[in-house]
């Protein structure tokens, strides 16, 4: 259920109401009674983490950051030792 926030056009009391989105708007200030209460537009819901252990859904494990750490060192290793294999062959043909 959301919180609404609602503003007395007749004493400028603001307060925070918790109820249901079926719920009508309210309309009685309960600071002086009247019938001036308007419902103020929000800037939005937030997201809010309950419970412990939503993280670890959210980032890679352990062995999946060792093997693209391995595979990454493989690949690097393979780019250098092309790298040097070519440039010889270059000089070799010219």
Not at 17 to 28: D, E, G, N, V
Not at 67 to 80: F, P
Request: glycine content about 8%.
């Amino acid at each position: 259920m959301p919180t609404y926030d609602y503003v007395c056009n007749a004493c400028n009391h603001q307060f925070e109401l918790f109820q249901s989105i079926k719920a009508s708007p309210k309309r009685k200030c309960p600071e002086c009674g009247r019938a001036k209460l308007r419902r103020l537009i929000g800037p939005g819901a937030a997201i809010v983490f309950k419970g412990s252990g939503f993280y670890k859904t959210d980032y890679r494990s352990e062995s999946y950051k060792k093997a693209a750490a391995a595979e990454k060192k493989n690949a690097s290793d393979t780019a250098a030792n092309s790298d040097g294999k070519d440039k010889g062959k270059k000089k070799a043909e010219k």
